[in-house]
């Protein structure tokens, strides 16, 4: 997503000590597990933080399903129904399944790759200039990419069939998810430069992607329930005003039969 490319300068950039050890054995694990193995350990990773951003921005914009059908389910339904409907309630639907593919299948070996070759471009380059430009050509590449990948990642899981339904997403999104994204990832290196170890970068920037994948993800929910309120509504009044001509011309009708009637 468009935060990956945080991580471009983290080897390059190292401000704090990298002889960092911390007291959490999960984290050392971690962090043992991306110097191992660091594309499938980010494919994982980024797999399943997509997926549980998805079950979150479902929860926060309300547009989970309701525990309406629980119960029915479980009192009547077979196991595998009484599973399915409790995963549904909780927000783990085919959407979430497939942030999951996106995360682990796209977002991780695309951020991974380019970051990759970004580093070997500058590898050796530890000038304060070439650190600048590092940073400048990562925002102009892996952000732009990363970024319209995502979203238009997103317009598929969220029923987008068309090139043109996903360039107007596009369209929509893309300059606006920049814009956070150019001002978060400098500030965000800033800040690793200056208080994190080197081997916490990783994490740290995981976590921030996350959090900005969450909130971009509610943003595009609540838009869509408003769109759809918003149609609701339209046909509603169509409804209405259909009903209110013909129940006009009914009443018309009436008046012009008594009329016919006096006279006869």
């Known amino acids: 997503m468009s935060t990956s490319t945080s991580k471009t300068v983290a080897p390059a950039i190292g401000g704090a000590s990298s002889s960092f050890a911390t007291g959490n ?5 971690y962090i043992a597990a991306l110097e191992a193995n660091p594309l499938r350990t980010k494919q994982l990773t980024s797999g399943i933080l997509s997926a549980l951003a998805e079950v979150l921005a479902g929860h926060i914009a309300g547009t989970n399903p309701a ?8 009192s009547s339904g077979s196991p595998m129904d009484i599973v399915t409907s409790t ?7 085919a959407r979430a399944a497939k942030m999951f593919i996106y995360g682990s299948l796209v977002s991780a070996p695309l951020n991974h790759h380019m970051v990759g070759a970004l580093q070997r471009a500058f590898a050796g380059r530890t000038t304060p200039r070439d650190r600048i430009l590092q940073i400048i050509v990562s925002q102009l590449t892996v952000t732009v990419a990363s970024s319209a990948v995502y979203l238009a990642s997103m317009a598929v899981v969220n029923g987008a069939r068309s090139s043109a339904a996903v360039l107007a997403v596009l369209k929509a999104g893309l300059w606006r998810m920049l ?6 990832s400098p500030l965000a290196i800033a800040f690793a430069q200056r208080f994190l170890p080197l081997e916490m970068w990783e994490p740290s920037f995981t976590l921030l992607r996350f959090v ?10 609540r838009k869509q329930v408003a769109l759809a309120r918003q149609q609701k509504r339209k046909e509603e009044l169509k409804k209405s005003a259909a009903g209110g001509a013909g129940g006009s011309k009914a009443v018309g009708d009436e008046d012009i039969q008594a009329k016919a009637a006096e006279k006869k």
């Open 67 to 74: 525990h309406t059908h629980s119960k029915a389910t479980t």
């Open 25 to 29: 054995p999960l984290l050392r694990r």
């Open 179 to 184: 814009q956070i994204s150019w001002v978060t």
């Open 212 to 221: 900005l994948g969450t909130y971009f993800n509610t943003v595009a929910k």
């Open 87 to 93: 995963l549904r309630t909780i927000g783990l639907d």
